[in-house]
């Protein structure tokens, strides 16, 4: 009964803090449905997002949340740079190639960023105050994170099948030969969509800010769930993502009510390997 | 042809005069006397001392400039750094046969990482032939360093690393700076003993090597002193959410946390633990809050508490050395903190004194064997026992347990708010050093 009751206190936490992953992992998870690359400058790109909000909020003194639209400009922006520079001429080699050409985006980032910011923990002193629900607290933080993460998953879904570009990029996801012979711009499609996910990824960063820490390493951890919830979600599957970011924080708000916390990261990689074994095309099915 | 009749005469002559030159060399070395004799009528030379001869010894170590370890690492290096500077600038220690050694340091960064930790410590053995080594910080990144200078037989002063262990396995050149990691929480206990013998205490660590030793040594004294504990729970190194961790916490009915691990995580922790409102009435963490940047957390630092290897507001004294009968060596605390205020503008912490006591420590060494020898130098770290302004130093010396810290003892500090509001760290015990007394319970967020 002890138990039952720590389960409900930790549930909603996790939750929460869910909606933020799959955030992440949207970003993730549309680069590759669209373009077959694997972004491995996936984290460095959320550590960018925490130090937009520590930037905007510490040192300029403006609201977390206002700040989520130029780290969302600056996001976006970044994302179509590094298409340009180092994405597109390797996007017809093999994956290898954009794996590697990622990665060296990922060194690059963190190196600049080490040099200018060490990799000192960094904090916003930011809080939006919380209520108790039942024997839950909630943290205004969180909530306010995952509607947000709510706000932009819906928004990316009305991009995707309610405007042009949004259906341009479902049309090269789905075929680009195709697509190019009906005359979409596909270079332009598909650095619109790196940069979409860069800004998904920047944006999630941001929000966690706002109740983590975080160093210009931090992404890194949550490179690593944003694997997991793709392969949960179906690699290529951005509202999957979504679903699968609830299933890991749940997972996390709950395993510790039974065992150690440190078995947390244990389960998660191992239900990481039994899906890829099992359904490798994620519980809520991936491109095809 | 006149010009190519000189050439041939020059020609000659050079080398004529090279065979008059090399032949008596050749055959027969020239006698003493006549290489002595410009001496002797050279009065001012003779008379001049010969200059003292300088050696410059190379200390090798590691420094986290990066990853996890990076706060405190660079704490503890920039304190052994003003110990060199301050040596090197007085003129090195002058040694019985009227030379002097200096010192130079070899450094890397090991990027809080243990593989690189042994791959730096080998390159610095190996090509940058130290001939001491100074542990890097933390105890799981020494543990790692530790195999690599007992390997080639080199002296480590281990500061910034307080596990037991690493002393326990037969080594005999390690030697620790530290109050060991099982002895680390005992003041608190005995403070908690007499604020409330009633308490229900949680223990949460980081799950490395410090930390558990910590615990190891924690549990035991925790039960022989009466205490319930109603919680133990270990964390990875990188966890960020302690929510869940929280959660079970006030579940447990817990009244006092003993816990935490480094300054990462254990900042984080108290963060959390503010904004849960976790209704604790006394949190001890270790390392974290005796770093600087602890009050950056705001209200969340208020009432946090921690095991101290060495705060300025109690720092050791000469009387202190005098009444215990130990030997006094070394700056005074005051002098040491001016020195290095002066140097960063930055108060020092316990990690900064470590890294000048760790200098200070094989400075003594060397004086006392009067000599460089690594072998002279061993024993006379063996032998030693001095009170400095960091504390008592003196080392085991048995096999079972060779080079632990038997000597230095820890203190209990707690972030407390002055007159003016501001957030100060406080000693609160043990009660005869003391400046604040103990905020107990803490204040309800």
Request: net charge negative; glycine share 10%.
């Amino acid at each position: 009964m002890q138990q039952f009751n720590l389960l409900l206190t930790s549930l909603p936490d996790g939750i929460l803090l869910g909606f933020v992953y799959g955030l992440a992992a949207m970003g993730l998870t549309l680069i590759w449905g669209v373009m077959n690359v694997i972004n491995l400058s996936h984290g460095p790109i959320i550590a960018l997002g925490m130090f937009g909000t520590f930037f905007i909020f510490s040192r300029m003194g403006i609201n977390p949340y206002v700040g989520l639209i130029p780290v969302a400009v600056f996001g976006l922006l970044l994302g179509i740079l590094i298409y340009v520079v180092a994405v597109h001429r390797v996007i017809n080699a093999p994956h290898l190639s954009s794996l590697l050409a990622t990665f060296s985006v990922n060194m690059i980032i963190i190196g600049l960023g080490t040099a200018a910011l060490t990799t000192s923990p960094f904090n916003v002193d930011f809080n939006a105050g919380g209520f108790k629900l039942g024997s839950a607290t909630i943290l205004g933080t969180r909530l306010i994170a995952a509607l947000v993460a709510m706000l932009f998953t819906g928004g990316l879904y009305l991009f995707l099948y309610r405007t042009r570009p949004g259906k341009y990029i479902r049309a090269v996801a789905n075929n680009r030969a195709a697509a190019e012979l009906m005359g979409i711009p596909s270079t332009r499609i598909l650095a619109l969509s790196f940069g979409l996910g860069t800004m998904l990824a920047a944006v999630s960063g941001a929000l966690i800010a706002t109740f983590f820490p975080f160093s210009i390493l931090a992404g890194g951890s949550y490179e690593l769930k944003s694997f997991v919830i793709g392969v949960l979600g179906g690699l290529g599957n951005p509202i999957g993502a979504l679903f699968g970011g609830l299933v890991l924080g749940v997972l996390e708000g709950i395993i510790p009510a039974f065992l150690e916390t440190s078995w947390v990261p244990v389960i998660e990689f191992a239900l990481f390997v039994v899906i890829l074994l099992v359904r490798p095309s994620g519980l809520f099915g991936a491109k095809q | 042809m006149k010009r190519k009749f000189l050439n041939v005469l020059g020609l000659l002559l050079v080398a004529a005069m090279l065979l008059t030159a090399c032949g008596p060399a050749a055959t027969e070395p020239p006698p003493p006397a006549a290489t002595e004799a410009p001496a002797a009528t050279q009065a001012p030379v003779a008379t001049e001392p010969p200059a003292p001869v300088e050696k410059t010894i190379t200390i090798g170590f590691t420094s986290s400039l990066t990853g996890s370890q990076e706060v405190s690492s660079k704490r503890q290096v920039a304190g052994f750094n003003l110990w060199m500077n301050q040596v090197n600038e007085a003129g090195g220690i002058a040694l019985g046969d009227g030379s002097t050694v200096k010192f130079a340091a070899v450094t890397y960064d090991d990027e809080s990482n243990k593989e690189r930790v042994q791959e730096l410590y080998t390159r610095l053995v190996t090509e940058d032939n130290a001939d001491f080594l100074i542990s890097p910080y933390s105890s799981g990144l020494t543990a790692a360093a530790s195999i690599v200078a007992e390997q080639n037989g080199k002296i480590m002063i281990t500061a910034g690393a307080a596990e037991d262990d690493a002393y326990k396995t037969g080594n005999t050149g390690l030697f620790q700076l530290y109050t060991p990691g099982s002895l680390y929480l005992i003041s608190t206990v005995d403070m908690l003993k007499t604020l409330d013998p009633e308490a229900k205490v949680a223990i949460v660590h980081e799950n490395d090597k410090f930390s558990t030793s910590v615990v190891e040594g924690l549990k035991p004294y925790l039960e022989s002193q009466g205490f319930e504990i109603v919680l133990e729970e270990g964390y990875a190194t990188e966890t960020t959410d302690f929510g869940p961790v929280i959660n079970k916490l006030v579940d447990s009915g817990a009244t006092v946390l003993l816990g935490g691990g480094h300054y990462p995580d254990g900042s984080t922790f108290a963060r959390q633990l503010y904004e849960r409102k976790a209704g604790l009435k006394f949190i001890s963490l270790l390392v974290a809050p005796a770093d600087s940047k602890f009050p950056e957390l705001g209200d969340a630092a208020l009432g946090v508490s921690t095991s101290s290897q060495w705060e300025l507001k109690a720092t050791h004294t000469e009387e202190e050395a005098a009444a215990l009968g130990i030997p006094w060596y070394g700056p005074t605390g005051e002098d040491f903190a001016a020195a290095y205020e002066a140097a960063t503008t930055e108060k020092p912490t316990y990690h900064v004194a470590g890294g000048y006591t760790a200098g200070l420590i094989l400075q003594k060494a060397i004086e006392n064997a009067d000599s460089v020898d690594p072998e002279k130098v061993k024993a006379a770290l063996e032998a030693m026992d001095i009170f400095t302004f960091y504390g008592g130093i003196k080392f085991d010396t048995s096999p079972e347990a060779h080079g632990l810290q038997t000597s230095h003892q820890m203190v209990v500090a707690q972030w407390q708010k002055n007159d003016a509001g501001e957030l100060v760290r406080q000693v609160i015990w043990p009660a005869d050093v003391a400046t604040a007394d103990p905020l107990y319970p803490v204040p309800a967020p």
